[in-house]
């Protein structure tokens, strides 16, 4: 395979006519703004097990990942060294292994305990669930080493970096059609952004080995294993640049898509939500600034990869905040996942996050944590739930409300941090969700 590079930088998005942004999370936005598992929130799948990967939300910003010229925000996750969830989310497109292309990622790290350097801790993954290009973290008491590979097992590493410090991540992944033979790169705080570094200056290749997958990459993926290590991280970006005849002019669209400098962007987009409304699906969007956009094209997918286009709305190009609905009549039964494709009157386009919405779910899917309840706070889950005003109850068994709480719901995922009373006593107790009209759930919990 020609060259493949991923390239993830967190700062903004541009894509060229060979190539594409396939995922950017920086996980602070309006749908991370508590700290708890991440679960299914902006469009992460899991896997079984537990623990989840957390989400840290700092109000103050005091502690967050913060490297010079490139600041994350309030909020992080944390991939724990143990046996649970290893949560993935989708690119915009699944990359194939058989084509030219080339991929660059880029995020930060703060690692916070050791791994053994056999297992993975972020990897790309493949369709069929496997993993391949694999970033790891091998950390004493003093120091932390960084590592690539191809494969998920046994990562080529840097020389020693202090501890306790944040970093940041570059990683290149070139794929070669044919020789069964793909390269590797990784840069620890490259000296600049501004244009593409050489290979030459990687802190770490990996050249040689065999990779005899041909299967497609489709999503990026936080691996908590016991063999492993911890870890904070935030700030992902994945680009890819492909269907040019040479290896350079690969890599070069790949980095062009990360446009790390800040290149001006056709629209400023926040994240979508979707939720079932009127036997449809409602999708609510915020463009907080355009400038020469033509339009919004509504794409929905029943499998997270293949996207057709469903619907159209033309660009109002204001400078200030706009925000923007459409209501897809005639979704599939199931599972229907939707993107927006943003084109300006140039032909430059991109993609917003993917979003889920699950027809076939209803009020069973209300999940209550942790349940007993040990130390005063309770939490609640549900994939999807319609926009609106809801109120959060906690009542004993008499009946007696013993706390409320009102949400304004955006729509689509929620995730919710009750802290009881600390005067509440052991026992029984049920959380109870309304809207203004009607009782959507009730779940039984214990306090012990």
Known sequence: MKTLSLLATAMLLQLAVFGQLQLTEQFNNSIFTTSGDLGTQNSWMTTTGSPDVQVFYRPSNSGALVYPGYSSGQTSVFVAKTNGKTPYKLFNASIPTNADGVIYMIFVVRPTDAGNGNSPIVSFRTLGGAYRGAFFIDKSVTSVRFGINKAATGGSYTSAYPSGSTYMILIRYDIFNGDNNDNMYMWVNPTSLISEPTIASATVSVTSGADNSTDQLNSLALIQNNNGAE???????????????????????????????????????????????????????????????????????????????????????????????????????????????????????????????????????????????????????????????????????????????????????????????????????????????????????LVQ
């Open 231 to 445: 870890a904070e991280f935030d700030a992902f970006k994945v680009a890819l640049g492909t269907g040019q005849s040479t290896l350079a002019a690969n890599s070069a669209a790949a980095w062009s898509n990360l446009s790390p400098q800040g290149a001006p962007l056709p629209v400023k987009l926040g994240n979508i939500t979707a939720f079932q409304k009127q036997g449809g699906v409602q999708l609510d969007w915020t463009a907080y600034s355009e400038e020469n956009l033509l339009n919004y094209e509504i794409e929905r997918s029943s499998d997270g990869a293949k996207f057709i286009t469903i619907g159209n709305i033309s660009a109002r190009n204001s400078t200030e905040v706009t925000k923007y609905g459409f209501l897809d009549v005639t979704p599939a039964s199931g599972i229907n996942f939707y993107r927006l494709k943003h084109s300006d009157i140039d032909g430059k386009y991109g993609f917003s996050n993917i979003v889920k919405v699950d027809l076939g779910k209803g009020n069973a899917d209300f999940s209550l944590y942790p349940n007993p309840v040990q130390n005063g706070y309770v939490s609640f889950q549900a994939p999807e739930l319609a926009q609106g005003e809801y109120l959060v109850k906690v009542i004993d068994l008499s009946g007696k409300n013993l706390f409320t709480n009102k949400i304004n719901h955006k729509g689509g995922f929620i995730s919710q941090v009750i802290q009881l009373p600390t005067t509440i006593s052991k026992g029984q107790y049920y959380l109870q969700l309304e809207s203004v009209t009607s009782k959507i759930m009730t779940r039984p919990f």
